[in-house]
């Protein structure tokens, strides 16, 4: 499959493309709101991949071009550009596409980070309102760490919990996240659980800033 992640500049953009392109077969694609700098970026990854003795050229577009390319495409944008960014790039979209959502609203504060729930309920829901209704949308990757993901020398051994009200879309990442070793996907129902799923990414945060020695934590379930 060709994978476009929007906002693949990004932490969560950098780690998912590099273990995509490590331990799949699917091409990805960075997107950007700049198309030097989703170059710029690609090249970085596939100089990395390729200084692993992988041979993956991972490919950079503007953001439109990007999506018109894929067949799934990730908004790894801030949460708060969701909207916009599925909005942008809604006419590059073909029937049968997905999207995926990775993001979550959050605010600190002095005791630590708190989910900061929008009005439509969820970052994941303001993406299914925005998106053309023949696209659908998949909520996955929200409470994997970045860096963990970046770090190819890292082991996963985590979850990532895959919400969705169209059962075949939900496959289909399901299958792209389990293709990444180390990580399991599992069900989380349908759309209407994001919240749930979105606030375990502060909590996680929270125990890893307050806990010496665990950073970059991921959830296992067991
Ligand atoms: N970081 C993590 O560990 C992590 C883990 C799980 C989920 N997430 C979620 O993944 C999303 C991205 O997180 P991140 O940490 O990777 O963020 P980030 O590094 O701050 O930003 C990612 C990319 O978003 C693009 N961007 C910035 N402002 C934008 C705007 N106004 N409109 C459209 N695109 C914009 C930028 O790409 P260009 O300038 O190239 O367009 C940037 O490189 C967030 O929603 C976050 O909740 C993050």
Redesign the pocket.
């Known amino acids: 499959m060709d994978i476009a992640i ?10 998912l493309a590099l273990r995509l392109a490590a331990d799949t077969s699917h091409e990805v694609l960075i ?4 198309a030097g ?2 170059e710029t ?1 690609a090249a970085e990854y596939t100089t990395e991949l390729d200084s692993r003795g992988l041979d993956r050229q991972v490919a950079g577009f503007e ?1 439109v071009a990007a999506t018109e390319r894929a067949d799934v495409v990730v ?8 909207g ?2 599925v909005e ?1 790039v809604a006419d590059a979209l073909d029937d049968g596409d997905v999207l995926v ?6 605010k600190r504060d002095d005791d630590g980070f708190h989910y900061h729930k929008p009005g439509a309920g969820s ?1 994941t829901r303001i993406a299914a309102d925005a998106a053309p209704d023949e696209v659908a949308v998949v909520g996955a ?7 963990r ?1 970046a770090n190819l020398d890292a082991d996963l051994g985590i979850d990532t919990l895959v919400i969705g009200d169209d059962e075949d879309a939900k496959g289909i990442v399901a299958d792209i996240a389990e293709g990444i070793e180390g990580l399991r996907a599992l069900d989380a129902g349908g759309l209407a659980n994001a919240p749930e799923i ?1 606030g375990l ?1 502060p909590l996680l945060i929270n125990v890893a800033s307050n806990n010496k020695g665990l950073h ?1 934590l991921g959830i296992r379930f067991q």
């Open positions: 929007l906002g693949g500049t990004g932490d969560i953009g950098e780690g997107g950007s709101r700049d700098k989703a970026k953001n908004l790894a944008v801030p949460p708060y550009h969701v916009d960014t942008a959502s990775p993001a979550t609203g959050m970052v990757f929200h409470n994997l760490a970045a860096a993901l979105e990414t970059d």
